[in-house]
């Protein structure tokens, strides 16, 4: 089976069906009701093989107005379309509806055929052909050279010319696929038929859009999130082990309640798709309309098998677009999908009576806001090259979640990783080590721009640096703060950036405060305001006032005239010069007292084994109430080990 469906489309009872019957002796109305009525009321599928070996899917469409909703979702799976015209009626409403469907979903392979030939004259023939080619070209499918095959299914008169002219497109589609390099899609497919088999369980069907996948994987069904593995697998009533892309398959998940999946469900890798209620797209406003499209109307927005109400906010250039007009849309939508990047939709009115446009998902999630210089990067979006739809998808403006950007767009997890890859060693992006977020170059250059200056602009000139202490520099989570809004970029890249300037050493992170380069030698106490030196003069004199048994840091802080948080400043700095050691919370010792009771464990070791607190208190001539946090300084820094009740040296 090659990876090809063929569709139909066309006006009700212009005889697609008996087109299909014609050309494969397949039924493709099943139903009971179809039979009876005489009309097409669900998809019907058959497959055909030619001679040359290939061989290939049909999907049937209903053409009744009530069925459109069918025959959009039976219409995102082709790849190609018979579109029938009878020669007795000639173009009807829903020839024109389906061909721009077709249109809209970006079907651009179609075979005209002129059905019922046997019952028209050969002058009305000439008209109609005149009249389809005039009516194609008016869509864009300005191939007008492009046969229209008469045929008469009653006859069988040009079928066999029909079966040429299909093989003749496939092969053309094949060549054109092959040509693409865009071709490691990811599994997608939107489920059409939802059925209990006795002994078996759930099977659900449908074309598989995109990917291949085997028996035995394991497969989720969004946007419920249930994972599965597929037992079994057929397509046209024959067991495969494995399904490529554009077949019709059926799989057996009877791990899967039949009342869970909905029709229009999607089938894909776990974790490969997001759920949304928000689809940003490029809407075509159809040219049939008789007024200009008005924002937050209520429509019915159907992709895949999926339709569901939605409002569209218009974002660009003109306010509102004229029929025959492109817009960007935002469709809000009331129910979560999943889908991606690229995928096509249809909107109807509230009514779902007539199609007013439709278009295609540039983003199925996008957390950026609209801006009209980036219309180049969102069509980018969308570009079959793939290093340009990563590319474009990183430089949109969202929050460069890599989980996340991949989510969205069409592209194995194989083949998104490499293509990250690349656009990091061609210097496009720049990401984190663990590429979870990447952004553009010309953001992270700005930003490395923007935190220089910011953290530099925070340290005036000397003297005003030295009238403020504190503001030597910015603290980390401040600065992070400035950044996102006054860059307005996430904290995601911030951290890069913030990572890369201080591994390159452009900015220091001194103590959690980050400070200009070449500003940390300048950060000591010797650059200190006056009133800071003669605070710190007060306490290195009050730590010494009684021996060993020094003021706490609220006795320090009343004592010394000077606020909490100038003594916690000038604390810090003593601390880090090594001239204060921090025993405790709140008790602080000189460096040299310190060294004191050291030289003192050091000699009561000499002669002893057992460090008991009396011990402590008697070295250094403290209450308990030093001795204590002492003796768990020493076991601190490792000169002691505390067994017990006492302590004895580390060895
Ligand atoms: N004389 C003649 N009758 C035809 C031909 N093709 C179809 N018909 C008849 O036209 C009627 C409609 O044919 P269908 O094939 O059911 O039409 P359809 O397009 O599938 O209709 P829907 O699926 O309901 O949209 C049937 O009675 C057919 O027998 C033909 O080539 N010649
Ligand atoms: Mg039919």
Do not use: W
């Not at 009878?86 to 389906?98: L, P």
């Not at 776990?270 to 309309?289: C, Q």
């Not at 906010?313 to 990047?341: C, E, H, W």
């Not at 219309?375 to 949109?396: C, N, P």
């Amino acid at each position: 089976m090659d990876s090809f469906i063929l569709g139909t489309a066309g006006h009700i009872d212009h005889g697609k069906s008996a087109l299909i019957r014609a050309l494969t002796g397949i039924e493709p109305d099943r139903l009971k009701e179809e039979k009876k009525r005489g009309i097409s009321i669900v998809l019907g599928y058959a497959d055909i093989s030619f001679p040359s070996g290939i061989s290939i899917g049909i999907v049937d469409v209903p053409g009744h107005l009530k069925f459109i909703k069918t025959m959009v979702s039976g219409s995102t799976g082709m790849n190609g379309v018979l579109f029938v015209i009878a020669a007795d009626d000639g173009i009807m409403a829903q020839t024109r509806e389906h061909l721009l469907i077709l249109k809209l979903l970006g079907i651009d392979m179609i075979i005209p055929v002129l059905t019922k030939i046997d019952i028209v004259s050969d002058e009305t023939i000439l008209i109609r052909e005149r009249e389809i080619k005039y009516f194609l070209k008016s869509y864009g499918y300005i191939n007008s050279s492009q046969n229209i095959i008469r045929v008469s299914a009653k006859s069988g008169k040009g079928i066999s010319e029909l079966k040429s002219e299909i093989e003749k497109a496939i092969k053309g589609d094949n060549a054109k696929r092959t040509a693409l390099k865009s071709m490691p899609s990811k599994i997608f497919l939107s489920i059409d038929r939802i059925i209990t088999l006795k002994g078996f369980g759930t099977v659900l069907a449908g074309t598989l859009k995109y990917g291949n996948f085997s028996v035995g994987d394991e497969m989720q069904i969004m946007p419920a999130g249930f994972t599965a593995r597929v037992k079994d697998m057929e397509s046209h009533n024959k067991k495969i082990p494995f399904a490529r892309r554009a077949m019709r398959i059926s799989i057996n998940v009877p791990s899967i309640k039949k009342e869970n999946v909905r029709y229009g469900d999607v089938i894909c890798v776990k974790d490969s798709l997001i759920e949304t209620d928000s689809v940003f797209t490029r809407f075509f406003y159809d040219t049939a309309n008789k007024k200009d499209f008005k924002n937050r109307t209520l429509l019915t927005f159907m992709t895949g098998g999926i339709s569901v109400g939605a409002k569209g906010f218009i974002l660009s250039g003109k306010k509102r677009p004229a029929p025959g007009d492109y817009a960007y849309v935002l469709f809000k939508l009331q129910n979560k999908i999943s889908t991606m990047s690229g995928e096509r939709f249809i909107t109807r009115d509230a009514g779902a009576a007539v199609t007013v446009g439709g278009g295609v998902i540039i983003d199925p999630f996008a957390d950026y806001r609209y801006d009209e210089s980036k219309e180049s990067i969102y069509e980018g979006m969308l570009s079959d090259d793939y290093e340009k739809s990563v590319y474009s998808f990183i430089a949109a403006g969202g929050n460069g979640d890599l989980k996340e950007i991949y989510k969205r767009l069409n592209l194995n997890f194989a083949d998104f990783t490499s293509t990250i890859e690349k656009l990091k060693k061609d210097e496009l992006i720049v990401a984190d080590g663990k590429n979870k977020f990447a952004f553009p170059r010309e953001d992270f250059d700005a930003g490395k721009s923007f935190l220089i200056e910011t953290v530099s602009g925070s340290i005036k000139s000397e003297t005003e640096k030295k009238k403020n202490a504190f503001k030597n520099g910015i603290g980390r989570q401040e600065l992070c703060g400035i950044f996102e809004r006054n860059f307005n970029k996430p904290e995601s890249l911030f951290d890069i950036l913030m990572d890369d300037l201080l591994y390159r050493k452009e900015l220091v992170n001194d103590d959690g405060t980050i400070i200009s380069k070449g500003f940390e030698n300048k950060t000591g106490i010797e650059n200190l305001p006056d009133e800071y030196i003669s605070i710190i003069k007060r306490v290195e004199s009050l730590l010494k006032t009684n021996n060993n048994s020094v003021p706490d840091l609220a006795e320090l802080e009343k004592k010394a005239g000077a606020g909490r948080k100038a003594l916690n400043y000038v604390l810090s700095l003593m601390i880090k010069e090594g001239r204060v050691i921090k025993v405790k919370r709140d008790i602080f010792y000189l460096k040299e007292q310190v060294e004191d009771i050291k030289k003192g464990l050091y000699d009561f070791f000499k002669s002893n084994e057992k460090l008991e607190p009396k011990d402590m208190k008697e070295i250094a001539g403290v209450s308990r109430k030093y001795a204590i946090p002492l003796l768990e300084y020493f076991d601190h820094i490792e000169y002691t080990v505390k067994r017990d009740n006492y302590r004895t040296k580390r060895q």
